[in-house]
């Protein structure tokens, strides 16, 4: 339940326009004397993105406003976090490596004081700068843009502010499972293959991804939970096979954990009828 009066919103950012193109040039830096604490970005979670849809990761973060602000009066003042990497500067003017918000409410606590919650925008279409490049699965850091605005519009001061707070970014990885034969009799050996792709940011399409180590897991019908009965590895097609022996009726997938670049994959369960 939120508390408190909605004090401001900020529009959806469109593309991957930098803070330049919002209104807050670098050359007019200077102290706004802001505070803006407590950052949390997709609840400390890594950050996984796909070939094609947006994902919008979760942001909060609270707002301390200077002398002669009020939160009653939101028009004054504009301060959220985002993502870059290398420059802060370079990043904000020019958009490259850039991830700002798609959009944020903020709940005054007190006239000075404010808890703001909403979302990241990153859309991997081409079109777009936020995710171009495989390199970009990596480690991000946390920036800051605060402003001022003068009584009639225009703007008084801007900055920008580093934190050492970082974000990760990774790719997002597919598994297939499929279990033969079915039904299956009772001793007989079962096969389960499968395939473990991963997003290539480059090129927007789903890759093989060799040489990884993938847990094969199986549910007995009306068990609660999955249990790990072996492991493979890749092929240099992402394939994957393992043979089990028919004990019972259940479910097998393959579940791969990921790494400091890729999500975790899980692939749908195959049911198997072993009679």
């Avoid at 802001?34 to 997709?42: A, C, E, F, G, P």
């Avoid at 389960?192 to 093989?208: C, E, H, I, M, Q």
């Amino acid at each position: 339940m939120k508390t408190g009066r909605r004090t401001a919103a900020v529009a959806t950012l469109v593309g991957a326009l930098g803070l330049s193109a919002l209104n807050a040039p670098t050359a007019q830096a200077a102290d706004t004397g802001i505070t803006v604490s407590d950052i949390v970005v997709n609840n400390d979670k890594p950050i996984v993105v796909g070939t094609s849809k947006v994902v919008e990761p979760t942001l909060s973060f609270t707002i301390a406003l200077p002398s002669g602000y009020s939160t009653a009066d939101p028009s004054r003042y504009d301060a959220y976090p985002f993502l870059y990497r290398g420059s802060i500067t370079t990043a904000a003017d020019t958009g490259e490596n850039f991830i700002g918000p798609s959009g944020y409410t903020c709940y005054e606590t007190d006239s000075k004081h404010a808890r703001c919650e909403g979302n990241l925008y990153i859309d991997p279409h081409p079109s777009q700068e936020h995710v171009d490049s495989n390199s970009d699965a990596t480690t991000w850091k946390v920036g800051v843009s605060l402003k001022l605005w003068k009584a009639d519009g225009g703007l008084k001061t801007g900055e920008l502010e580093t934190r050492s707070q970082t974000a990760r970014l990774k790719r997002a990885a597919k598994a297939t499972a499929n279990a033969s034969p079915e039904p299956v009799a009772k001793g007989r050996s079962i096969s389960v293959t499968g395939k473990l792709t991963r997003a290539n940011w480059s090129t927007k399409k789903y890759d093989a991804y060799s040489g990884r180590t993938v847990s094969l897991q199986f549910r007995a019908k009306g068990a609660d939970a999955f249990k790990t009965v072996k492991k493979a590895t890749t092929s240099s097609t992402g394939s994957l096979k393992a043979a089990v022996t028919a004990s019972v009726d259940g479910s097998y997938r393959w579940v791969y954990y990921g790494n400091s670049t890729t999500g975790v994959a899980t692939s749908p369960a195959d049911y198997v009828d072993v009679r």
